[in-house]
């Protein structure tokens, strides 16, 4: 666990970093336009913080207790936040020219921030599972959140959608959705969002873990 916090120092020097490319697009080029990539960078470290609580409740309770699955399910509503800020690289469509670079690098800093937040919650979550199911089951329910995840994507890009409107405002969620699913003329939207973010996260992330234990393995053997 001690591994686990010095990781997570790692990500709040990220994120301070983050908030200092904030501040100097405020400063220096007179904008704070771009204040919700900083809630939405907040939003991509809760999974983060309910992965160590779940991982902290597992320690000591079966995963089909009460209190179990339902950080398990709030897990699974939020993980799709991390992933989401890949698709704010539709904002740059706005610059061009110095401003256009300067906005290239902060927005890539807080995206990757944000990324490897989730990939980090997700690797905590898959060890866990690894713990109680088969290699094969763990990878497929890994695959399942990735897609579950690039779906938040489109439902949070395209349709409007936040994570807690399944608490505010849950029928009017669910009913949007099920319009678009019950329409066949939206399918080819869905899958021109979802299939292709779900190729690119389930990529990244076992790119990621494969090379890690690689290098691992590596420094091992020297």
Do not use: C
């Not at 120092?9 to 904030?22: D, P, R, W």
């Not at 501040?23 to 204040?35: N, P, T």
């Not at 992965?51 to 699955?69: R, T």
């Amino acid at each position: 666990m001690k591994q686990y916090f010095k990781i997570t120092g790692i990500f709040i020097y990220l994120s301070l970093l983050a908030l200092a490319f904030f501040l100097f697009d405020v400063i220096y080029y007179r904008s704070s336009q771009y204040y919700y990539l900083l809630w939405n960078l907040f939003l991509a470290w809760i999974p983060l913080l309910l992965s160590f609580y779940l991982k902290k409740i597992l320690a000591k309770k079966a995963w089909s207790s009460y209190e179990a699955m339902f950080v398990s399910l709030l897990w699974v509503l939020f993980i799709p936040n991390s992933f989401y800020m890949l698709s704010d690289y539709i904002h740059l469509n706005n610059f061009t020219g110095n401003n256009l670079l300067f906005n290239i690098t902060f927005f890539s800093e807080i995206i990757i921030t944000a990324l490897m937040l989730g990939f980090f919650s997700v690797r905590i979550i898959e060890f866990e599972i690894k713990n109680r199911f088969s290699k094969v089951w763990s990878r497929l329910i890994i695959a399942l959140i990735f897609l579950i995840s690039s779906f938040g994507i489109y439902v949070g890009r395209d349709l409007r959608w936040n994570s807690w409107d399944i608490f505010i405002n849950p029928g009017a969620l669910l009913l949007d959705v099920f319009n678009h699913l019950s329409n066949p003329s939206n399918y080819a939207t869905i899958l021109t969002v979802v299939f292709p973010f779900f190729i690119l996260i389930a990529s990244f992330y076992y790119l990621i873990v494969n090379f890690s234990q690689k290098l691992n393995k590596v420094n091992n053997f020297k």
